[in-house]
C-alpha cells in the first residue's frame, strides 16, 4: 500500500505539473491540457506499479494488464474532465485562481477512483494470488520461522 501511494503521489505531482505547464506556457484550454497530461503520465504509472509496486517482471500482458489499467485510466480521465471543465467554465482564465481550480478538480476526478484502483490491481491483477519477487522473500523468511519452531538445527 505505502509502494501504491507513493507511486500515485509522484504521478499526481507529474500530472499537476504538466497541466499547469500547458495550461500556463503552452496556453492549451483546461480539457486538453487534462487530457494530455493524463494520457502522457499513465504509461509510466502503469510501468512503476507493475514493476515496482507488485514487483512483476516480463512483458506487459495486454488483456490481464494493460487494458483493464487503461479501463480505470480512462475512467479517471473522464472524472477529472468533467470536474476540470466545471472548473475552468467557473473560473476566469488567465487568473492563478482558475490554474489552482483546475489542478484541484483533476486531483478530484482521479481522487474518486484511487482505492478502487488499488483493490482492483490488487485482487485482480498484480495482487497477492500473483507470484512476485517479494513473495519469495516472505515464503523464505516463513519457512525458517517454521522450521526453528519444529526444532530444526540446521536451515
Known amino acids: 500500500m505505502i509502494r501504491y ?3 500515485s503521489l509522484i504521478m499526481v505531482a507529474l500530472t ?7 495550461v500556463e506556457i503552452v ?3 483546461a480539457v486538453r491540457a487534462n487530457l494530455a497530461s ?4 499513465s504509461i509510466p504509472a502503469f510501468l512503476t506499479n507493475k514493476y515496482w509496486v ?24 473522464g472524472l477529472s474532465t468533467l470536474a476540470v471543465a466545471l472548473a475552468a467554465d467557473n473560473t476566469k482564465e488567465e487568473t492563478f485562481f482558475h490554474l489552482v481550480a ?12 484511487w482505492v478502487l484502483k488499488y483493490l482492483f490491481l490488487d485482487k485482480l491483477m498484480f495482487g497477492p494470488d500473483h507470484h512476485t519477487p517479494y513473495d519469495e ?3 523464505i523468511e516463513e ?11 540446521e536451515i
Not at 499537476?16 to 500547458?22: K, V
Not at 484541484?104 to 477512483?113: H, K, Q, R, Y
Open 38 to 41: 493524463t494520457m502522457l503520465v
Open 27 to 29: 496556453e492549451w484550454n
Open 102 to 113: 483546475v489542478l484541484i478538480a483533476s486531483i478530484a476526478g482521479f481522487g474518486v477512483l
Open 143 to 153: 519457512a525458517v520461522v517454521e522450521a526453528r519452531a519444529a526444532g530444526a538445527t
Open 54 to 77: 507488485w514487483g512483476k517482471a516480463g512483458r506487459a500482458r495486454i488483456r490481464r494488464e494493460v487494458i483493464p489499467f487503461w479501463v480505470f485510466t480512462v475512467a479517471g480521465w
Open 137 to 139: 522473500d516472505f515464503e
Open 5 to 7: 501511494a507513493s507511486t
Open 16 to 22: 499537476q505539473i504538466s497541466i499547469a505547464f500547458l
